[in-house]
T-cell receptor, first 115, second 113 residues
Framework: AQSVAQPEDQVNVAEGNPLTVKCTYS??????LFWYVQYPNRGLQFLLK??????LVKGSYGFEAEFNKSQTSFHLKKPSALVSDSALYFC?????????????FGGGTRLMVKP | SAVISQKPSRDICQRGTSLTIQCQVD?????MFWYRQQPGQSLTLIAT?????????ESGFVIDKFPISRPNLTFSTLTVSNMSPEDSSIYLC??????????FGDGTRLSIL
């Protein structure tokens, strides 16, 4: 079985400061990892993915994530937070790159960026 | 990336009635999925909508309660049957193609009175 843990329900940062949203995963095969963001009254928007290759993945809106196999982590980062980054963030894992394989989501982390 | 449209965006329904949610994708996709989400909570997969065959349901979800159709590679419907207040939730459609991430519609916000 595969699982995702997002240990923080909420992360608070000041605008302009770096942010990190944590994610750890468990999967029996090769992990395919994703970050999504959800704004109020909207669906999930894809931010970035790790399939293979460089451990540092760059995505939309200046976000990046670092894949760490030994720690089974895929933390989301941004060097300088914006107030508009305030939203709900979900980490997800899928075993393999088969579109039919189930995507498992973490519980979500609410990011609050204060001016 | 695929653009996914869901209708209705929200509805308020009487208990005991049924509502059908439509999901339209602007391109052909391999897989379509239906999720349920309580506001501010994580997503729970209801079922995978299979084109031309019966949907594959996850544990805790049954066809009689959540019948799903997928007549072609761009369209699917989810019906929430015999609704009760416990069915009040956000229902999300998503679609994916081999090698690509899943993309999501904006969801249907359903309230049952």
């Amino acid at each position: 079985a595969q699982s995702v843990a997002q240990p923080e329900d909420q992360v608070n940062v000041a605008e302009g400061n770096p942010l990190t949203v944590k994610c750890t995963y468990s999967v029996s095969g090769n992990p395919y990892l994703f970050w999504y963001v959800q704004y109020p009254n909207r669906g999930l928007q894809f931010l970035l993915k790790y399939i293979t290759g460089d451990n540092l993945v760059k995505g939309s809106y200046g976000f990046e994530a670092e894949f760490n196999k030994s720690q089974t982590s895929f933390h989301l980062k941004k060097p300088s937070a914006l107030v508009s980054d305030s939203a709900l963030y979900f980490c997800a894992v899928r075993e393999g790159n088969n579109a039919g394989n189930m995507l498992t989501f973490g519980g979500g982390t609410r990011l609050m960026v204060k001016p | 990336s695929a653009v996914i449209s869901q209708k209705p965006s929200r509805d308020i329904c009487q208990r005991g009635t049924s509502l059908t949610i439509q999901c339209q994708v602007d391109s052909q996709v391999t897989m379509m999925f239906w999720y349920r989400q309580q506001p501010g909570q994580s997503l729970t997969l209801i079922a995978t909508a299979n084109q031309g065959s019966e949907a594959t349901y996850e544990s805790g979800f049954v066809i009689d309660k959540f019948p799903i159709s997928r007549p072609n590679l761009t369209f699917s419907t989810l019906t929430v049957s015999n609704m009760s207040p416990e069915d009040s939730s956000i229902y999300l459609c998503s679609a994916g193609t081999q090698g690509q991430p899943q993309h999501f519609g904006d969801g249907t916000r359903l309230s049952i009175l």
